[in-house]
């Protein structure tokens, strides 16, 4: 224990912390607080379905309404490069956790929903002609355009080239 007793006041004027402590005690304390922390503000954002009938159904709900909190969330940082940290920490899930959701309702992982979304967020630039590919590529938080021009091609299964040389053919957008 941290604190000095007695621990069964709900009210104490202070706490009073301990001269010897265990080794680690205090980072187990924060561990503790943080996930109580974590679990009451998951409630509020996240409320489980009280239907009794049917256990599932709250999951359910609370699973979709995950995936669309991290689709928000992908699309108000479209133009900025994310990892799967990044998105977790916002949306307040462990990545492993987040992307067994998002799978499961999205049937697909939750990086490759978002290089989807800026594909087609390229093919609308590519389609107006006014930017670069490499303009494009910084825009939308590509490393490289070299990198842009892979993931592209596995999406779009041509080259950006290609693409601009089909829309302009067509005059498709």
Known sequence: ??????????????????????????????????????????????????????????????????AESVIDFLNANLYRKLRMTDISAAVSFSPSYLQDVFQTQKHQSVMAYFNGMKIYQAKRYIGEGIYTFTQIAQMLGFSSVHYFSRVFRQYVKMSPTEYEESVKLTGLL
């Open 1 to 66: 224990m941290i604190f000095e007793g007695p621990y069964n006041r709900l009210f104490q004027a202070k706490l009073e912390r301990r001269a010897a402590i265990p080794f680690g005690s205090e980072q187990v304390f924060r561990n503790t607080l943080e996930n109580l922390l974590l679990l009451i503000v998951r409630d509020q954002l996240l409320p489980l379905a009280a239907n009794a009938d049917a256990p599932n159904r709250g999951r359910i709900r609370n699973d979709r309404a995950i």
